[in-house]
Antibody, heavy 128, light 109 residues
């Protein structure tokens, strides 16, 4: 059973950089057709996709956050990480890491994708 | 603003059928996936692709799509289905950028 666990500071000062790590257990981060993603949710609001990384290092970022976001992967530690720079109070949220799976049948035909495993989430508050 | 639009709230009587919709241009080209989120918990994938349920998801959950609208249907809603539901797909550029709908709060009466 794959498990994801976020870790990092729960409090970050404005203008500083938010740094979180997601540790994957129960499977190798390098195996399969998976992208490793970050998603956040401000209190009482909806989900926002931040970005993702493949184990090759290829990344995709939300255009609204792209200038401030860096996602990296450390396959030796089975971890991937998020850095969000120049944070403000608007970045206060529960941050989730998740595995995005692409589904293929035995013929290699793609038939969908989804975030099939999630971490429990970690609250990051931006405040002085 | 979200490129996927959901009704903020929907209600259903216990045991009845409810449809939750998600609209967006990208849905003409890409599948939606659906997530159930209960208070204080991480989201759970309930539907992906055309109409596929991960292991452990009850068969009362089903998905469908037509044009620019994807739907999640719960047939015979149970009290435990009361939750927030989010759709997710790629953005309209098709560049593998993710986007979530604003979410629908489902109340089971």
């Amino acid at each position: 059973q794959v498990q994801l666990q976020e870790s990092g500071p729960g409090l970050v000062k404005p203008s500083q950089t938010l740094s979180l790590t997601c540790t994957v257990s129960g499977g190798s981060i390098s195996s399969g057709s998976y992208y490793w993603s970050w998603i956040r949710q401000p209190a009482g609001k909806g989900l926002e996709w931040i970005g993702r990384i493949y184990t090759s290092g290829s990344t995709n970022y939300n255009p609204s956050l792209k200038s401030r976001v860096t996602i990296s992967v450390d396959t030796s530690k089975n971890q991937f990480s998020l850095k969000l720079s120049s944070v403000t109070a608007a970045d206060t949220a529960v941050y989730y890491c998740a595995r995005q799976r692409y589904y293929y049948d035995s013929s290699g035909y793609y038939y969908g994708e989804g975030f099939d495993y999630w971490g429990q989430g970690t609250l990051v508050t931006v405040s002085s | 603003s979200s490129e996927l639009t959901q009704d903020p709230a929907v209600s259903v009587a216990l045991g009845q059928t409810v449809r939750i919709t998600c609209q967006g241009d990208s849905l003409r080209s890409y599948y939606a996936s659906w997530y159930q989120q209960k208070p204080g918990q991480a989201p759970v994938l309930v539907i992906y692709g055309k109409n596929n349920r991960p292991s452990g998801i009850p068969d009362r959950f089903s998905g469908s799509s037509s044009g620019n609208t994807a739907s999640l249907t719960i047939t015979g809603a149970q009290a435990e289905d009361e939750a927030d539901y989010y759709c997710n797909s790629r953005d309209s550029s098709g560049n593998h950028l993710g986007v979530f709908g604003g979410g629908t709060k489902l109340t089971v009466l």
